[in-house]
């Protein structure tokens, strides 16, 4: 398993087994960057927690885990201005939050290098929608680049500094999951310097968009990027390999299964990969074009370089040529592609038979019985269960439950079912917020913390101001859980690994002007934790102001964690089985996933193994049936 201390290894030549999130992470240091900022999320995530164990150890290198996309966007937008090399990372629906200043960028440009790591999330894994970010670089007018595998991930990521100190614009890098979480060898090259520090050059005619600057700054933008045009047509990331009738454009991991799928089917074609997708190389396009009588286009999601295929053919009269993709049928428009989809799109284009008889392992597949259903769950010993338990006990499940992005949207499952609606980070308090003064029913909603700090805040400040009449519970569980347990404002610890004074959620809810606000333990006992909720509840009601409870204790992984760490042992929690009366209420009210149900006793069970000890199912059994061994 690669470990932070293996990409710092000065050793040029190695081959070492990386996954793509480790090559652009390693890729940093080879290219000189001086500055990393980013907001976690998956399928990026293994960049920023390598860099943060990394950051320490390199001169003049500072990496920061920013409150969310939009900020990281402008730390390192102003880094790139002031003239170092940076980098900002998000996910897919990241860009959308950081897509003011994006485009800004793209009209004032940067003096040094800045590359923009954008993963995208096909069949959505672990987002809420299947962005193509490719827009963004079409809509913006900046530069586009794509690798297919691990070791472009990082020879390309070198290149693509070159290409933006050559324009002056940030360049747009977009990967996506299965290129993130590919693992291949990848070669390490030199590592460079950094600059210390450097002297910003004032230029506000170019630096501060006012619209007599903006006018200015968006013909140049324009030449820019038929710079660009030109530079991808000389560029050797657009390239052809292969010959045969039937030519393929490609891009990305599409390019992997291609070839591939040309294997499987026994089939020789001329293939043109394209690593700068925007803007794409015209001339190479049209002469490729006119070297085939039918061309198919393979690429995940929208048709975006179908588009440009079918526009330059109908721009420059090819009406020789057919273009096969999306349009008409071959390749969906949705999830992410698999070799066996490709394959399946190309022997229908070349009406070849399936090399591998799918229909007949479809069949024998109905014959072996279906595993059991297992949806995600919140972790054993997760305090978000106990307190969507309090929740949903103290509003007997009649309120609206305006949920977040986080762990603990999965409270959308039966029992718990506190997840009615939810648009995207910190939207849980602004449609809260809405919903209040057009129902008249009481809202209780949630949000975690990180989520709190990232897009939050600006909510709480329009409930406060506006007096909507919301109860808001903050899952403050100490880290950012789901995408890899990354610090926040309300940790402590910095990108940099430094200790620092952490902000405190209740103190911030108190000064935006929150006048009721309580922090509380989830693990104490769920009679007082229900009644909190009751009480925040009836305070929103008689006061018709916004309230907020603090349910505040670490994520279940790092209290397992610490009790490796000191080898505490507690007693587990078990069944007494003569105290069962076999109610399942623990189970159906509760479903902790270290709960089952014992068949041949008829009674609740807790399987050790999995039980993190949190004791929140004592309260839950009406007999107490449930107690820890030394008891």
């Keep these: 398993?690669?470990?932070?201390?293996?990409?710092?290894?000065?050793?040029?030549?190695?081959?070492?087994?990386?996954?793509?999130?480790?090559?652009?992470?390693?890729?940093?240091?080879?290219?000189?960057?001086?500055?990393?900022?980013?907001?976690?999320?998956?399928?990026?995530?293994?960049?920023?927690?390598?860099?943060?164990?990394?950051?320490?150890?390199?001169?003049?290198?500072?990496?920061?885990?920013?409150?969310?996309?939009?900020?990281?966007?402008?730390?390192?937008?102003?880094?790139?201005?002031?003239?170092?090399?940076?980098?900002?990372?998000?996910?897919?629906?990241?860009?959308?939050?950081?897509?003011?200043?994006?485009f800004s960028l793209a009209y004032v440009g940067v003096r040094g290098g800045m590359v923009i790591v954008v993963a995208d999330d096909p069949s959505m894994w672990s987002s809420q929608n299947e962005n193509d970010s490719r827009y963004y670089a079409l809509m913006g007018n900046m530069p586009m680049m794509e690798p297919s595998d691990p070791a472009e991930a990082k020879s390309m990521l070198l290149e693509a500094y070159k290409f933006s100190e050559s324009l002056e614009l940030p360049v747009l890098f977009r990967t996506t999951t299965r290129v993130?979480?590919?693992?291949?060898?990848?070669?390490?090259?030199?590592?460079?310097?950094?600059?210390?520090?450097?002297?910003?050059?004032?230029?506000?005619?170019?630096?501060?968009?006012?619209?007599?600057?903006?006018?200015?700054?968006?013909?140049?933008?324009l030449k820019q990027i038929d710079a660009a045009r030109e530079l991808s047509e000389q560029s050797e990331l657009n390239f052809a390999v292969g010959e045969g009738d039937l030519g393929i454009i490609t891009s990305g991991v599409s390019y992997n299964y291609v070839m591939e799928s040309l294997t499987r089917l026994n089939t020789k074609a001329e293939i043109l990969k394209l690593g700068i997708t925007h803007p794409v190389p015209e001339r190479k396009i049209i002469e490729f074009l006119k070297r085939h009588e039918s061309v198919a286009v393979v690429e995940e999601l929208e048709p975006f370089i179908e588009t440009h295929a079918r526009r330059l053919s109908n721009l420059h009269d090819l009406s020789n040529v057919e273009i096969l993709g999306k349009e008409q049928g071959y390749f969906p428009r949705v999830y992410e592609y698999t070799p066996k989809i490709v394959t399946e799109g190309l022997a229908k284009i070349l009406d070849k038979e399936l090399p591998v008889d799918w229909k007949h392992l479809d069949t024998l597949s109905e014959e072996i019985p279906d595993l059991p259903p297992r949806p995600p769950l919140l972790c054993a010993g997760c305090p978000h269960r106990a307190s969507y338990f309090a929740i949903r006990t103290a509003t007997r499940g009649k309120a609206i439950y305006p949920s977040d992005i986080g762990c603990y949207t999965l409270s959308i499952a039966p029992p718990l079912e506190t997840a009615d609606i939810l648009f995207d980070m910190g939207s849980s308090i602004s449609t809260a917020c809405g919903l209040s003064q057009v129902t008249g029913q009481e809202v209780v909603a949630s949000i975690g913390d990180s989520?709190?700090?990232?897009?939050?805040?600006?909510?709480?400040?329009?409930?406060?101001?506006?007096?909507?009449?919301?109860?808001?519970?903050?899952?403050?569980?100490?880290?950012?859980a789901m995408t890899g347990h990354q610090p926040h404002p309300g940790t402590g610890v910095t990108g940099m690994q430094e200790k620092v004074e952490p902000l405190d959620i209740e103190g911030v809810c108190k000064g935006l002007g929150v006048k009721y606000t309580k922090t509380v333990d989830p693990f104490e006992p769920l009679a007082d934790l229900v009644a909190e909720v009751r009480k925040m509840v009836e305070w929103v009601r008689e006061n018709k102001a916004p309230a907020v409870l603090v349910s505040k204790a670490p994520c279940a992984l790092l209290t397992a964690a610490e009790r490796r760490r000191t080898q505490e042992q507690p007693e587990p929690y078990f069944v007494d089985s003569e105290m069962c009366t076999g109610c399942k209420r623990c189970l159906n009210r509760f479903a902790c996933p270290a709960m089952y149900w014992d068949s041949e006793t008829e009674k609740a069970a807790i399987d050790e193994t999995l039980c993190n000890l949190c004791g929140s199912c004592v309260s839950v059994c009406p007999q107490g049936a449930i107690v820890q061994k030394e008891e």
């Design 451 to 480: 989520t709190f700090f990232a897009s939050g805040l600006p909510g709480i400040v329009n409930a406060v101001y506006n007096g909507h009449p919301i109860s808001l519970v903050v899952l403050d569980n100490r880290t950012t």
């Design 1 to 102: 398993m690669t470990k932070p201390k293996d990409l710092l290894e000065d050793n040029p030549g190695k081959s070492i087994l990386l996954l793509a999130n480790e090559a652009i992470a390693r890729g940093t240091l080879e290219a000189g960057v001086r500055l990393v900022a980013l907001y976690p999320g998956t399928p990026s995530s293994e960049i920023g927690n390598n860099l943060t164990f990394m950051a320490p150890h390199i001169p003049n290198f500072y990496f920061e885990f920013s409150t969310n996309e939009k900020v990281a966007m402008e730390v390192a937008g102003s880094a790139a201005v002031a003239g170092v090399r940076s980098m900002m990372v998000c996910k897919g629906p990241g860009l959308n939050v950081a897509a003011d200043p994006f």
């Design 180 to 221: 993130n979480h590919t693992r291949a060898p990848v070669v390490l090259g030199p590592i460079e310097d950094r600059p210390d520090k450097v002297e910003f050059e004032k230029e506000p005619t170019r630096f501060v968009p006012v619209p007599s600057v903006a006018r200015q700054r968006h013909p140049w933008l």
